[in-house]
């Protein structure tokens, strides 16, 4: 039997830590937000500045394939947390807002997201660099696409 460890590439490293962030915050939305998952929070998180969004966008920034985005916007319709609307810039288009619901329950979640932050970044020491690093990276390989 070898010794040696397997090679931990970065993208191993960071799939890695998102696994484990992921279950974390699902674990504390569970607990003190019954029901709400971390997509849904992702959704309401995204709809928080009452803009409205496309469910391009949503998906995009949910990071959910598009027909599992429209089942997640149809849940959310159903508990009144969220509502669709058309564009008035596009009737062809929907844009999909909080319900004031859908707002108490996102400034809820908001909540427990800060506190489980706040955690990973004193874990990290200096998390905000490593969230700009981060966040950079993201940008570079969206430009590659």
């Given at each position: 039997m070898s010794t040696t460890k397997p090679q931990r590439d970065l993208v191993h490293l960071l799939s890695r830590a998102e696994h484990l962030a992921v279950r974390r915050l699902a674990?504390?939305?569970?607990?003190?937000?019954?029901?709400?998952?971390?997509?849904?929070?992702r959704a309401l998180a995204f709809l928080?500045?009452?803009?409205?969004?496309?469910?391009?966008?949503l998906a995009d920034y949910a990071l959910l394939p598009a027909p599992t985005a429209t089942k997640l916007i149809d849940r959310l319709v159903a508990d009144?947390?969220?509502?669709?609307?058309?564009?008035p810039?596009?009737?062809?288009?929907?844009?999909?807002?909080?319900?004031?619901?859908?707002t108490a329950r996102q400034r809820?979640?908001?909540?427990?997201?800060?506190?489980?932050?706040?955690?990973?970044?004193?874990?990290?020491?200096?998390?905000?660099?490593?969230?700009?690093?981060?966040?950079a990276l993201g940008d570079a390989q969206v430009q590659k696409i």
């Open positions: 674990t504390a939305l569970e607990a003190e937000v019954p029901g709400c998952s971390v997509e849904q929070w928080a500045d009452g803009s409205g969004r496309t469910m391009t966008e009144n947390l969220v509502y669709r609307h058309p564009d810039a596009d009737r062809r288009r929907v844009l999909v807002y909080l319900t004031e619901r859908g809820q979640a908001a909540a427990v997201v800060a506190r489980v932050q706040e955690d990973l970044h004193a874990g990290l020491g200096d998390g905000l660099a490593l969230a700009d690093q981060l966040s």
